[in-house]
């Protein structure tokens, strides 16, 4: 019995003397702080601008089809154009008592607001993606859903452009054409996404 | 009673003899005097140069380092106008500013909201290809190890926001690494 009570004065010293080494070890933690501040990718529509604001009414052939002249002003000034920037990401466009055949042109402008350089990746009209392609992105809509087209839009440039932060924009047109399939006394609304990304995210086509 | 007497006397006698001839033994006793002055472990964060993998003409984007004075322990590494599928890097220090080798022997996985939106690595350029670090890695007095710090961000961050991160690097002396 004695025996084992001393053994436990053993014991503890040499608990203590192991608890004192794992002590005893030198050591130092050095720390990595990091901050990381994201920039900000966007754009806005600085201009706006169309043909036909008023005046004589301009005509093209289906699918802006040659030869040139490509549309051609007619004699008669019965249907209009606007455009509005409605919001810095919004450009509104209206076509007042148009009908089959009108053609019209619309211009818009932008600014990279952001922070980082963008490209101008796609074009999406109603659905229909377009990519910087050598076929033309032309965009036929059925936007009654009557099952026959009702005006085409060809998207003519700027895909795949390039704008630093503070850059403006070249010239962003597309074409409207009105189609023989569109109602009478009716409204029809289309919309054109513009998509820009990330300049080191593009992905050529 | 007399003779009792004379031998009580001689029996001090004896005694004090012997007693006499212990004091007067030759002694002389040895001193060692040990005096341990402990080194120093200590370690200092450096700044390093930074780059990215942005090129020339798309330079909008940084990321820099620096160590607070009176902070040796910390590196601030702040990167800016972050965006995704960017690689910065950033080079750092530890440099032994103690008196004994010392061993880097732990670096922490990174944590902060930084970590569920990108990565951040530690490592170097081995031959032109990165590659994660190996611990331990020594570092005699004086001396620095130079680390790099990659960091990417991917689609999931957000724009117009602040992530951290944390790392905490471990140094112990040189013997008692693992």
Not at chain 1, 32 to 45: M, P, R, S
Not at chain 1, 83 to 93: A, G, K, L, N
Not at chain 1, 125 to 141: C, M, N, S, V, Y
Not at chain 2, 123 to 146: C, M, N
Request: glycine fraction near 8%.
């Amino acid at each position: 019995m004695h025996r084992k009570y001393s053994a436990i004065p053993i014991l503890l010293v040499f608990a203590l003397t192991m608890i004192g080494l794992v002590y005893a070890t030198w050591s130092q933690n050095l720390y990595i702080n990091g901050t990381v501040n994201t920039g900000e990718l966007d754009w806005e529509f600085v201009g706006a601008s169309c043909l036909d604001t008023s005046g004589i009414d301009y005509h093209c052939r289906d699918g802006f089809a040659g030869p040139p002249p490509l549309f051609w002003m007619g004699d008669k000034d019965v249907g209009s154009t606007s455009v509005e920037i409605t919001d810095v990401h919004t450009v509104t466009v209206t076509l007042s008592n148009v009908y089959p055949c009108y053609y019209t042109s619309v211009s818009v402008y932008a600014q990279n607001t952001g922070t980082i350089p963008l490209i101008i990746d796609k074009v999406i009209i109603d659905g229909h993606e377009f990519r910087k392609t050598t076929p033309p992105a032309i965009a036929q809509l059925d936007l009654d859903g009557d099952g026959d087209y009702d005006v085409e839009i060809w998207w003519k440039n700027a895909l795949g452009t390039q704008l630093h932060p503070g850059d403006y924009s070249d010239e962003m047109s597309f074409w409207v054409h009105v189609l023989q399939g569109a109602p009478q006394g009716e409204t029809l609304s289309f919309t054109i996404k513009i998509v820009a990304i990330q300049w080191n995210e593009y992905v050529p086509p | 009673m007399k003779s009792k007497m004379v031998a009580a006397f001689a029996l001090v006698m004896i005694a004090l003899m012997v007693a006499g001839f212990a004091y007067a033994t030759w002694t002389q006793d040895l001193y060692i005097s040990g005096t341990v002055e402990t080194g120093d472990l200590d370690a200092h964060m450096v700044a390093g140069d930074s780059w990215d993998s942005e090129p020339d003409l798309k330079d909008y984007s940084d990321i820099y380092c620096y160590v607070e004075e009176g902070e040796p322990y910390t590196l601030i590494v702040v990167v800016e106008n972050a965006y995704p599928c960017i690689d910065y890097y950033q080079e750092f220090g530890i440099e032994n500013t103690g008196t004994i080798p010392l061993n880097i022997t732990s670096i922490s996985e990174p944590t902060g909201n930084f970590t569920d939106v990108g990565t951040v690595e530690v490592g170097t350029f081995v031959d032109g290809k990165w590659t994660l670090v190996e611990l331990p890695i020594q570092v005699e007095p004086g001396d620095t190890a130079w680390l790099i710090l990659h960091v990417h961000l991917t689609n999931e961050a957000e724009e117009v926001s602040t992530y951290v991160f944390k790392i905490t690097v471990t140094v112990a002396q040189w013997n008692l690494a693992p």
